[in-house]
C-alpha cells in the first residue's frame, strides 16, 4: 500500500494495522457484495468501534474507503451505501444487539476451530462439531442452531487461514436450510 499516492491522502493519519485491516475487511465485504446484492440494493454495515472506526471522522472515512475498494467489485450501481458504529444507536440498544449477535456465532465458530487445531491439527476446517465436551456449553448451544435445517436462512462458514503453512482458504462449509414452499 502506497501512502504516497495522492488517492490516499485522507489515510496518512491511519495507523497502517488499521488502515490493512480496514482494506482487508472492505475487500472481502466487497466480494460477498459482488455476489449476494442485486442493483439498487441498499447496504447498510455496522461495525465496533475499534481502530478502523474509532470516531466520526474515521468511520466517515472508512465510509469513503468501502465505496471506493467496492466499486472495483460491483458491475452494477448499488442504492445507499451507509456504515456505522455500535455508537450509533438511538438508546435502544438495537444496533448493539444486532452486532452482538454476529460476535457471538463467531465466538463459537472460533473455538470450534481452535478445539479442532488443537486435538486434531491435521482436521481443521473439515471438522465441525455439533456437541464437543471440550468447548463452552454457549458453543455447543449455538453449534447446534448453526446447522438447523428448519431455519429459512442459508448460513456459511468461511475458515480463512493466515498460516504459511495452509492454504488461504482452506474450508468452505455450507449449512443449507430447506427452501419453504
Not at 444496533?95 to 481452535?114: C, H, N, T, Y
Not at 480463512?160 to 503453512?165: K, P, R, V, Y
Not at 474450508?171 to 427452501?179: N, Y
Amino acid at each position: 500500500m502506497d501512502l504516497t499516492n495522492p488517492e490516499f491522502a485522507q489515510y496518512r493519519t491511519w495507523k497502517r494495522p488499521a488502515l490493512e485491516n480496514a482494506c482487508r475487511v472492505i475487500h472481502i465485504l466487497s466480494l460477498f457484495m459482488a455476489g449476494l446484492c442485486q442493483p439498487r440494493q441498499n447496504l447498510l454495515w455496522f461495525t465496533d468501534e475499534d481502530a478502523i472506526a474509532a470516531n466520526p471522522q474515521r468511520l466517515y472515512q472508512l465510509t469513503d474507503l468501502f465505496a471506493w475498494i467496492s466499486s472495483g467489485y460491483l458491475s452494477f450501481d448499488m442504492g445507499h451505501l451507509r456504515c456505522g458504529t455500535t455508537a450509533s444507536d438511538d438508546g435502544s440498544k438495537r444496533i448493539e444487539d444486532l452486532a452482538a449477535i454476529p460476535d457471538l456465532i463467531a465466538g463459537a465458530v472460533s473455538e470450534q476451530f481452535e478445539v479442532t487445531d488443537r486435538e486434531m491439527p491435521d482436521m481443521v476446517g473439515n471438522v465441525f462439531w455439533l456437541h464437543a465436551p471440550l468447548v463452552r456449553a454457549k458453543t455447543n448451544f449455538i453449534s447446534r442452531w448453526l446447522i438447523k435445517t428448519e431455519a429459512p436462512l442459508k448460513r456459511l462458514v468461511f475458515y480463512i487461514s493466515s498460516s504459511e503453512s495452509a492454504p488461504f482458504c482452506s474450508a468452505l462449509m455450507h449449512f443449507h436450510a430447506r427452501q419453504s414452499t
